[in-house]
């Protein structure tokens, strides 16, 4: 176990659904990361927060919400989603000024 | 483009021989690379890192080398199990703004075979 986990692990949704992905970490971190792993492609960095604030937007569609509360938790809201972005969402965190990222199982999201 | 590239998307060992994972990074500006390992169902998970100031760091069983005058970087693997098929991962620093940030490669999917 690396101290992050995500829930579900596993979820279906239709396109005119809204479903929310959770991330804690029991790590003690202050930036907490947002990830999208498709097929045959690199991770995407989707978003970055610091300390509970956005510092980074990687020109992720609105209909990914991020919200991060406090510092071990880290949501993505969704909304109105596409069948291309079913995918694998992995949420990772790490001391801050750091690059050494821990990385939670992911949630499996298949859009239909 | 990507700037971190691997250039074998598979690999098969046979069990007890040494693998030899290999990447392409293009930012020469880079100074920090990491290997992160990915069995299937997990998440990636960190193996070992190394700094542009060195060319070689060990870990148990596993070997970084980073050689800077053709951006090449590589991961050893000494005496390959089955435990460690999985996909490998390189990363390069990617320090724009405030934020570290990793800029992944695509992976190399590693197969041991007993």
């Known amino acids: 176990e690396t101290g992050v986990t995500q829930t579900p692990r596993h979820l279906v949704m239709g396109m005119t659904n809204k479903k929310s992905l959770k991330c804690e970490q029991h790590?003690?971190?202050?930036?907490m990361y947002w990830y999208k792993q498709s097929a045959k492609k690199p991770l995407e960095l989707m978003f970055v927060y610091n300390f509970k604030e956005q510092t980074e937007n990687n020109s992720v569609p609105s209909r990914f919400s991020p919200e991060c509360p406090n510092s071990s938790h880290l949501f993505l809201h969704l909304h109105t989603l596409q069948p291309e972005d079913s995918a694998l969402y992995l949420c990772?965190?790490?001391?801050?000024?750091?690059?050494?990222?821990?990385f939670g199982p992911g949630t499996r999201l298949t859009v239909t | 483009g990507e700037s971190v590239g691997l250039h074998l998307p598979t690999l098969s060992v046979q069990e007890g021989d040494n693998s030899i994972i290999n990447c392409a990074y293009s930012?020469?500006?880079?100074?920090?690379f990491i290997w992160y390992k990915q069995e299937s169902g997990k998440g990636p998970q960190f193996i070992i890192d190394i700094r542009s100031n060195m060319d070689k760091r060990q870990g148990q069983r596993v070997t970084v080398l980073l050689n800077k005058t053709v951006k090449h970087l590589s991961l050893q693997i000494a005496a390959t199990q089955p435990g460690d098929s999985a996909v490998y991962f390189c990363?390069?620093?990617?320090?724009?703004?405030?934020?570290?940030?990793?800029?992944f490669g695509k992976g190399t999917l590693l197969t041991v075979n007993p």
């Open positions: 790590l003690g971190h202050n930036a």
């Open positions: 990772a965190s790490s001391p801050l000024d750091t690059y050494e990222q821990y």
């Open positions: 930012n020469s500006a880079s100074d920090y």
């Open positions: 990363a390069e620093n990617n320090s724009g703004g405030s934020n570290y940030k990793l800029t």
